[in-house]
């Protein structure tokens, strides 16, 4: 492997790889990305160090290595690494789900939280509470098909001689607010067992999380992160137009319909994992650009931001509120609210809205 440092110190460089695969490398970006990863990974130790039973940074991260005492072991690897895990891979799920709709609306409102695909997952999960009663494992499978068949349908309903970015986002915004009356619907017809246990589910929570929920999601991101990554050029011949993208011979809608419905399951197999946590695909990938100032879909970047956001939001969740501990989506809501009328402002002073 060899990296062509020859050309502008600003621009990109080209990483060429064995078998003739060329990359483009901005420095910068390969920096924030860098940056983001080694603060994953500081927030993960410290959040496996919280808890009730307090352990320092360097014993959990003897005991990640195998040199723990008998008891740092079973909680730091049996209680504490499953949630963490949990939480860095839907995280880092949303944020690259976040990008890839945000680049392929053109549209910083275009995040699945939005567009219906995280209430579609919630309705699924419903349905399998409420009226089946099923286990943990059901209602999962549920809230995939839910988001799956969400993702569909205002898939379906935008297009028209293709996709258009705010026509996408105006159908999800109304297919968001179906799916809300649906759900409430269905909690009024639930007895006070499964409505208590479909707003525990509702609120997106990391709590409880074992090794069960960690190897599927994980399967999931490591079949579609490099999927999507692998389209990421194409991706931003799409960012554009559609005819530009023609021009440069990139197939428009069947890339388009493939990186769709690889972000859907992404976001459907996160909210499976972890319930519908809100805002993560939102802010995360605004996040990354403005921090790399790079154009495109910032892919992995975005991915790295949504897994620092949702830990952080998680340690927050559990140390911030004293005695009493939130549910992780009741965090990233506070402040992805606060985000979204900042971003509403910003995009209107800008005269996009």
Known sequence: MTVDLRGPRSGPRPLH????????????ALLVGVLL?????????????????????????????????????FIVNDLRLPRVLVA??????????GAVFQSVSRNPLGSPDLLGFGYGSAVGALVVIILFKGSATAVAAGALLGGLLAGVAVYLLAYKRGIQGYRLVLVGIGASA?????????????????????????????????????????????VLFPLILGHGRALRMMEMGDDAAYALGVPVERTRLLL??????????????????????????????????????NLLTGALMGAVLLLASDWASQR????????????????????????????RKAGRI
């Open 17 to 28: 790889l064995p078998g003739g695969i060329s990359l483009r490398v901005e420095r910068r």
């Open 37 to 73: 990863a080694a603060a994953a990974l500081m927030a993960a130790v410290l959040l496996i160090g919280t808890g009730d039973y307090p352990i320092e940074p360097w014993d959990v991260v003897r005991t990640l290595l195998g040199n723990g005492t008998p008891a740092n072991d």
């Open 88 to 97: 860095l891979l839907v995280g880092a799920a949303l944020g690259m789900a």
């Open 178 to 222: 179906v799916l809300v009356a649906v759900i409430q619907y269905l909690i009024t017809k639930a007895q006070m067992t499964e409505a208590t246990r479909a707003m525990v589910w509702l609120t997106g929570s990391l709590a409880g999380r074992d090794w069960a929920q960690v190897w599927p999601l994980l399967a999931v991101c490591a």
């Open 260 to 297: 769709m419905l690889a972000a859907i399951l992404l976001t459907t197999a996160a909210s499976a994992a972890a319930g519908p946590i809100s805002f993560v695909a939102l802010a995360a990938p605004q996040l990354a650009r403005r921090l790399t100032r790079s154009p495109g879909g």
């Open 320 to 347: 911030a509120f004293g005695a009493d501990q939130l549910p992780v989506g009741v965090v990233t809501g506070l402040v992805g609210g606060v985000y979204l009328l900042w971003l509403l402002v910003t995009e």
